[in-house]
């Protein structure tokens, strides 16, 4: 007779696990007992090695792969340690799993397009709206040869929301600062759309059906943006619709309105971009005393309670006109809500809305803001006239002689606010990279187009060494800032030098920015003997900077990117709970 542990360590509670747990333990077929630890779920099993090799197997098939799953493994153990006591559970979101998927999204199957299908493993139908199991295999039919008619339609859904979009064309009426989204309905297809890893394959696969940013391969006959934001089919309605596409051909869809988690993977782990307002109530361990009973960041509302920090989203409450001032201070104090004493903590808050800033936490618990990012001007004249008063002049004429066609798109430029971050430079840099002639989908190019562009180069630059652009600080009364002519200047200088090169050139961008951003830290290392730096806010997103960040820091520092937490949202609002100062 053998003892083993079955665990399943995750970076933040997987519902569906504890769900599964509980199954086991219900069955009259397993002797087991379980249990979770944190975000660590186990199985626990006594037998011969006949019947563990069955209950392994089953395990195998039963825990699909979730985005947060860290490292699964099989343990012999003494003795157990898990209970007979059922776990509490989150809701479930997920609206099929490996037992119903084949069984009604393969149109060979028996029940193809039962979309009310009984599955006793994730009992989906119990979650799904009348409106939508009220729709049969013939209705599905009958929406897909309205999708060929209209070229657009939107799915029931019976929810108070509207549904779903989806469309074989870029969907209009979008934000304009919006990424486009697809739908794979043919995954065995995926490489010939789009340059993914395995990695990013597995996290589409997962239970959770996120978002991923991916690039369309070089000369997509269709696909003109940089960067698409891709998924999986997250309901069973679109499961089949997907499947009926696939059968005439389709690879993918777009989408709009769809609420699907958006993650990014920063320092090796997945990583949530924000909490999607769909949200239930979400607890973190929080055993530091904070100094307010609650706090709040757009449409997330922090609580402190029995050394838990309770975090609810109100999507009504989201005033997105108004970026927070000490965010950054916010996501230092949200990344450590679980150490009793901080301190010589350095934090990397770079945000698209919110002020992008450096913070530092010294062996006092005295927070100093090091860094800020410059606001740049939101228009192609202003920013023009800037560099003709900087040393940078004779780099810009040169540049207006060489490509008169980019200088004009400069002049017309126009940067959506806010325009204090390094989605702006990017965006900026992309005009003297020659975006604007490789992007032909619009002609009024947006902001996430442009940086977007500079991302999907640097992705394509396949070797280590490229040019050393500059970004030199500027010292202010209360903290630093960055000379930005200066930094568009070696990036002229660059294009004007090797024009073909620019795979390089947007690599070396984003390189160069980490490897400043690491002798900054090693500055105030020296300063304040920095124990771990904080990597939080949604721009890194951008997967060659949160790469070229983590590589160059994790050299020398511990990266905390709090994975239980999100990238920009909750942490935030918990962050704030800690500021010796109410925000206003």
Known sequence: MKNIRFEFNCTRDVPFYGHLCNQYLQNDQYDVTIGKQDHLYYIEAQGEQAQLEQLADAIADDFLISTWLVKPQIKAIESPIGSKKLLPLDPLELEYCQHCQPLLGDNQAKHFGDIGFNCPCCQAHTRISAAEQAVSLADAKALVKQLDTLGAIE?????????????????????????????????????????????????????????????????????????????????????????????????????????????????????LIETPPTSHKIMIEAPRQPLHDDAEAGSYQARWKNNQVEISVNPAAANNDAPLNNAASCALHGAIVDNNKPKNVAALYFSRSNKTQIVTLDGKQQLELFFEFPSLPNNGYDIVHHLELSPQKNLLDKFKTRYPGDYLKLLS????????????????????????????????????????????????????????????????????????????????????????????????????????????????????????????????????????????????????????????????????????????
Not at 185 to 209: G, M, R, T, Y
Not at 475 to 500: D, M, V
Not at 510 to 529: G, K, P, R, T, V
């Open 155 to 271: 799915l029931p859904h019976g929810k108070d929301n509207s549904g779903p979009v989806i469309s074989f064309y870029p969907i209009e009426n979008q934000p304009v600062e919006n990424r486009h989204q697809l739908v794979i309905c043919n995954p065995n297809n995926l490489h010939a759309h789009f340059s993914v890893n395995d990695s990013q394959i597995l996290a589409l696969s997962s239970i959770e059906k996120p978002f991923i940013r991916a690039r369309p391969i070089n000369s997509h006959p269709r696909l003109k943006q940089p960067l698409y934001e891709l998924s999986f089919a997250n309901s069973r309605l679109l499961l089949v619709i997907c499947e009926l596409l696939r059968q005439q051909g389709t690879d993918y869809i777009y989408i709009a309105n769809a609420h699907n988690p958006k993650i990014a993977m920063l320092n090796a782990k997945w990583a």
């Open 413 to 584: 430029l126009k940067l959506a606010s806010p325009t204090d971050n390094i989605e702006s430079l990017l965006a900026i840099s992309a005009i003297f990279l020659g975006a604007a002639s490789k992007i032909t989908e619009s002609s009024n190019l947006s902001k996430t187009e442009l940086c977007d562009f500079v991302v999907a180069r640097a992705m394509c630059h396949k070797g280590a060494n490229a040019p050393r652009v500059d970004f030199p600080l500027t010292r202010g009364e209360a903290f630093r800032s960055l000379n930005w002519c200066k930094t568009l200047g070696t990036i002229i200088s660059f294009r004007l030098a090797e024009e073909e090169n620019i795979d390089k050139l947007a690599f070396g961008i984003h390189d160069s920015f980490a490897d400043y951003l690491c002798n900054w830290i090693e500055h105030l290392d020296q300063n304040i003997c920095i124990k771990s730096v904080v990597l939080a806010g949604d721009s890194f997103a951008n997967e060659v900077l949160a790469q070229r960040v983590a590589l160059r820091l994790g050299k020398n520092f511990a990266l905390n990117t709090n994975p239980k937490m999100d990238l920009d949202g909750i942490n935030i609002a918990a962050g704030g709970l800690y500021l010796k100062q109410r925000r206003h």
